[in-house]
């Protein structure tokens, strides 16, 4: 029988997809991280990544915008659709995929800059230099990301001077500020406090109206509380890809159970 885990109430129904992977593989070299993984990942919606560590959860989340390209002697094969484009195009630019695929990492990585500079970085880069439009930008981002009361009377602070927790949700305003249309997360609470890691799972949930999420996470009572539908890895493989609340509850595969009870990971 398995253990009891607390798990949102799932719709029925699956939205369009904002990614569709067809049989991709990657290896690092002679070693193989990935094995013809095939999912469909649903707009507007939180899709988390389980499994043990070195399964290839982190792996499968930067090839979906293409940061695993960064790394020497990565090969791979089959295809990765974004909104029905072929991430590895030629035709779409990396720089173009990674403003509409955003990315929040494990370890808050604010820039040495002011609170403000840090939101403001993206549309500067993209061109945007009127001030007034920057600054509805950085308060829209920081409204967004739940740390404008926070944070609207110290912009001009260092960010380094921010906890922990605001370090991520500034991140995550950074993210937001040029307008993704995924907001890819590695597991974005796992150096955080209890209270900062509730605070982000709130702005998760929050976030999804606007925005597709898909987060790693090693925390399964999180992936049970936030997502809508979850994958469990293992080995480089997708064991198990279903509705959160029926993965958890009623797991088709005997490894996802197992692993679901502790029994390994």
Same mark, same amino acid.
């Given at each position: ?71 020497? !002697?990565?090969?791979?094969?089959? $295809?990765?659709?974004?909104? #029905? ?5 030629? &035709?779409? =630019? ?13 370890k808050p990585n604010p820039f040495p800059k002011s609170i403000y500079e840090n939101v403001a970085y993206g549309p500067k880069t993209h061109g ?61 609470? !796992?150096?955080?406090?209890?209270? $900062?890691?509730?605070?982000? #799972? ?5 976030? &999804?109206? =606007? ?9 399964m009572q999180q992936a049970a509380r936030i997502s809508d539908r979850t994958a469990f890895f293992l080995n480089g493989e997708v064991i198990e ?25």
């Amino acid at each position: 029988m398995l253990e009891s885990v607390a798990v949102k109430k799932q719709p029925k129904t699956v939205s369009k997809s904002v990614y569709k992977i067809n049989d991709f593989n990657l290896w690092y070299g002679n070693d193989q991280a990935l094995n013809e993984i095939n999912l469909d990942i649903p707009a507007n919606k939180v899709t988390a990544i389980i499994g043990p560590s070195g399964c290839g959860k982190s792996t499968f989340i930067k090839a979906l915008n293409r940061m695993v390209e960064l790394i020497p !002697s990565v090969k791979m094969t089959g $295809s990765i659709m974004n909104d #029905e484009r072929d991430i590895f195009s030629s &035709k779409y =630019k990396v720089e173009e995929l990674r403003t509409n695929v955003g990315m929040v990492f494990q370890k808050p990585n604010p820039f040495p800059k002011s609170i403000y500079e840090n939101v403001a970085y993206g549309p500067k880069t993209h061109g945007i230099k009127k001030k007034k439009v920057l600054d509805e930008i950085v308060e829209k981002s920081l409204k967004d990301a739940a740390l404008w009361d926070e944070v609207k009377d110290r912009l001009q602070e260092n960010a380094f001077g921010l906890s922990g927790g605001q370090q991520q949700r500034l991140c995550i305003a950074r993210c937001l500020a040029i307008e993704p249309e995924v907001i890819l997360m590695d597991e974005p609470t !796992s150096a955080l406090d209890p209270i $900062s890691t509730a605070k982000v #799972e709130e702005l998760v949930q929050t976030l &999804k109206e =606007k925005y597709s999420i898909i987060i790693v996470t090693h925390n399964m009572q999180q992936a049970a509380r936030i997502s809508d539908r979850t994958a469990f890895f293992l080995n480089g493989e997708v064991i198990e890809y279903r509705e959160t609340g029926e993965l958890f509850s009623n797991p088709s595969d005997k490894r996802t159970e197992d692993y679901i009870t502790g029994r390994f990971g």
